[in-house]
């Protein structure tokens, strides 16, 4: 059975605090996601990279960095966390097999709250 | 700017009913459709997808149905389970892009 792992499922963390949420898949996927989940604003794609050391931003980066060190882990860091980062984290992985856009697998999503 | 939009927030409808919910893109370069399911403190799971070379895609009682025309696609649930009741998000890509944008999500409520 496929697997997207997120660390921690409730994070509590005080303003300006660096913050790791981390990911991990086991299907040899390519490409990784992660997006934040808002009420009335849908799923937002923060940044994503589809190689080893590979980023790109999505629609959303700035306040946020990201790390792929290893094929199966991708960490999303807020370097100096602020209030209007509280949100639903959701980490995604998709295979590129043949070229072909494959659907997101998503794992159980982190409920970060910054006070 | 949300290149997806799906305009209903809610939607309820009566066990065996059908449930049609609906998303409009903007981005004509979208080629590659899908619908996830939400339930509560899970991730979304894939539902269904259609590319663009196609207007009807059924598997089993859910058929998506696109309109490239109107870029406009909706989802048909029949006949509708209280275990569908859930968040909808609509998605939308570029085929061999590796970004997917999604629309705000419907929440269905199907009643016994």
């Known amino acids: 059975d496929v697997k997207v792992t997120q660390s921690s499922r409730y994070l509590v963390k005080r303003t300006g605090e660096k913050v790791f949420l981390e990911c991990v898949q086991d299907?040899?996927?390519?490409?990784m996601f992660w997006y934040r989940q808002d009420p009335g604003l849908g799923l937002r794609l923060i940044y994503f990279?589809?190689?080893?050391?590979?980023?790109e931003k999505g629609d959303i980066p700035e306040g946020y960095s990201v790390s792929r060190e290893k094929k199966e882990r991708f960490s999303l860091i807020l370097e100096s966390a602020s209030t209007n980062q509280t949100s639903m984290y959701l980490c995604?992985?998709?295979?590129?097999?043949?070229?072909?856009?494959?659907?997101?697998?998503f794992g159980s999503g982190t409920q970060l709250s910054v006070l | 700017d949300q290149q997806v939009k799906q305009n209903s927030p809610s939607l309820s409808v009566q066990e065996g009913r059908i449930s049609i919910l609906n998303c409009d893109y903007t981005?004509?370069?979208?080629?590659?459709f899908l619908w996830y399911k939400k339930y509560p403190a899970e991730g979304p799971t894939f539902l269904i997808s259609?590319?663009?070379?196609?207007d009807k895609n059924e598997d089993g009682r859910f058929t998506v149905f696109l309109n490239k025309s109107a870029k406009h696609l909706s989802l048909h649930i029949v006949p509708s389970q209280p275990g569908d009741s859930a968040v909808y998000f609509c998605?939308?890509?570029?085929?061999?892009?590796?970004?997917?944008?999604f629309g705000a999500g419907t929440r269905l409520t199907v009643k016994p």
């Open positions: 995604a992985s998709s295979s590129s097999d043949g070229g072909a856009f494959e659907k997101l697998f």
């Open positions: 299907m040899d996927h390519e490409n």
């Open positions: 990279s589809y190689d080893v050391k590979m980023k």
């Open positions: 981005n004509s370069m979208f080629d590659y």
């Open positions: 259609i590319s663009s070379i196609k």
């Open positions: 998605a939308a890509s570029v085929i061999n892009n590796n970004d997917m944008r």
